[in-house]
């Protein structure tokens, strides 16, 4: 070979393995950015920690987080105007894949399981209150903030011997909940966390009882998940898979180091550090483990059937997991 066929086979050589590096380059680099979308409530903590460790960074994934109000949080992922959602409750996320079947995907969903003394929902009276058992409150106003509160405050007062006439339930703005315990307006109050213990650490309640609707409705009781398109599943499936891959980290993460992830609501949340340290989590799934979609079909059927949910889904159809058949 002559001497210029060999510096030409050598300049292909190199040009190849510069291609070959350029492209292994962009594998590693964040691809296109992913907008997510999210509250500033306990149950997004998943994103909190993902974000935090810099998890999305590890999987390739630029993503920016898109604060939301509560009025236009399920609205932005209709519009587009965010890819992903933090986990949703499954009232909204149900009563959207009825108005438009098939649009939307769901995984790292968060429930709640029977454990004693759990304050992911519970039943709050005013901390001089005499009542200490549910069994109490027949006779009592009972405060709760949206239907489907209404609905499990009322589930609940049967599975402990009570008819749902045995109390009033009261329907009150997220707003003046805690006033209404406070100045007595109510006897009792369901609350969700972190509201109920933010109740608790400042004096304002006592706890009745907790983990209601694990205990009473359903165990677990899946509460939400987080949420994305078909669309989204389809035309950037990288994108959408390295996502769920940072969120599977973020679950891990919360698992083990539970103290520590709480720690990081300080800078997302408005809590106290005294509320933020005793708040009870959801328990999260991973895409990689296999979940009880019985019992979420239950809860989807359940909504369904008091017309909380105007129709039905097949929640099968909505969930996204990478965990063996």
Known sequence: MSKRATIAVVALAVLGAGIAALVLLNRARPSRTVKVGYLPIVAHLPLFVALEQGYF??????????????KDFT?????GDVDVLAPNGFPAIFALEVQQGGRFKIFCPGCEISKKDGTVSAILVPKDSELST??????????AISPTQVLLVRLVVRSVGLQPDDVTIIQLDRSVASQALA??????????DPMATTLLTKGVARLVEGNLRAKYVFDPYWAGAAMTTADFVRSRPDAASRTMRAF?????????????????????VPLDEEAAAEVDVYYFYK????????KMQELADLLSQYEIVKGKVDVKEMYLSTAPP
Request: net charge positive.
């Open 134 to 143: 549910l069994s109490q409150l027949k006779g009592k106003r009972i405060g």
């Open 287 to 294: 895409s990689t483990e296999k979940v009880d979609l019985a």
């Open 248 to 268: 599977d980290a973020a679950v891990e993460y919360i698992r083990a180091n539970e103290t520590k992830a709480k720690r990081l609501l300080l800078k997302h």
């Open 75 to 79: 609205t932005a992922l209709v519009t």
């Open 183 to 192: 100045s007595k307006r109510i006897d009792a109050l369901f609350a969700l």
């Open 57 to 70: 960074e590890r999987e390739g994934v630029a993503v920016q987080p898109i604060k939301l109000g509560f």
